[in-house]
Nanobody, 128 residues
Framework: QEQLVESGGGLVQPGGSLSVSCAAS????????MGWFRQAPEKEREFVAS????????LYADSVKGRFTISRDNAKNTVSLQMNSLKSEDTAVYYC?????????????????????WGQGAQVTVSS
């Protein structure tokens, strides 16, 4: 059974850095587009970043562009999100997601409806 398990996150001061990682089980991970989404209290889930199956194309929300970096290691079945220059508004639960409906797609979707496998979430809190 395929599943996603996030790790990392935690508490960091504004301006600091943090990373979250996602370990995927299943042999076809390398064929999937992967994404990171987040949900803050009393807000809707929003797109953060996505990466295509080969890692050659990544997309970012405007709010995190230049500060966050998504990457993947297909040999280790992992995808990571490095977050720098964190702001209080980055506080949220961060979810890793996989789009298993299409295989080896070059364009990494930014729409959460396109993702059909989700991790349990990792809390990121930015506060002084």
């Amino acid at each position: 059974q395929e599943q996603l398990v996030e790790s990392g996150g935690g508490l960091v001061q504004p301006g600091g850095s943090l990373s979250v990682s996602c370990a995927a089980s299943g042999r076809t991970f390398r064929s999937f587009v992967m994404g990171w989404f987040r949900q803050a209290p009393e807000k809707e889930r929003e797109f953060v970043a996505s990466i295509n199956y080969s890692g050659s194309t990544a997309l970012y929300a405007d709010s995190v562009k230049g500060r966050f970096t998504i990457s993947r290691d297909n040999a280790k079945n992992t995808v990571s999100l490095q977050m720098n220059s964190l702001k209080s508004e980055d506080t949220a639960v961060y979810y890793c997601a996989a789009n298993r409906r299409t295989i080896s797609v070059s364009y990494p979707s930014t729409q959460d409806d396109d993702y059909d496998l989700w991790g349990q979430g990792a809390q990121v809190t930015v506060s002084s």
